[in-house]
């Protein structure tokens, strides 16, 4: 376990279960966002049906998710009153649960489990998908990236809940 490992779990059992909102597959780069109420979660590849799953298999970049929070701040920075999910190319929105804090931890959505790995940084088409200063309304809330640690079965509607780590749900 790495030293920021250790000094995030530190904190992991003091982190409410939070709800999966919404998921989203990119089938192909620069193809639009398909909504889906379910999905199935691969190990060590992303979300069947999301191009980045036959990319690099074992990466940290295996899904994307942000918080509904996040999508929030992003929409009053932009002058927005909404930001539809879509637009900001993440896989999954949650609620309730302080992203930040979930960095380098274990969680589980339905039946698949997770590791967030690092930040994920906003791109330039941001600014062409939200308008001029996308990109920087997004900076520090553009979500994480994660890992699939075992496959299963994710639907909208389900517990987000932070694993201790030795794997136990707290």
Known sequence: MSSQQRLFSRYAK????????????????????????QAQALQGLGLEGDHRSGKTPGSGRQITLISQEYIRQIAHFTGRQTVAPELLRRNLVISG??????????????????????LCHPCSRMDKALGQGGLVA???????????????????????TVMTPQGELF
């Open 14 to 37: 003091d982190i409410k279960p939070g709800k999966l909102e919404w998921i989203g597959l990119r089938p192909a780069h620069y193809q639009p966002m398909q909504v889906q109420q």
């Open 97 to 118: 649960i302080n992203l930040t804090a979930l960095r380098y931890q274990r969680f589980q959505i339905g039946t698949a489990v997770f590791e967030a790995t690092a």
């Open 138 to 160: 997004m900076l520090g809330h553009g979500g994480l990236c994660a890992k699939i640690i075992t496959s299963g079965t994710i639907t909208v509607g389900d517990v987000v």
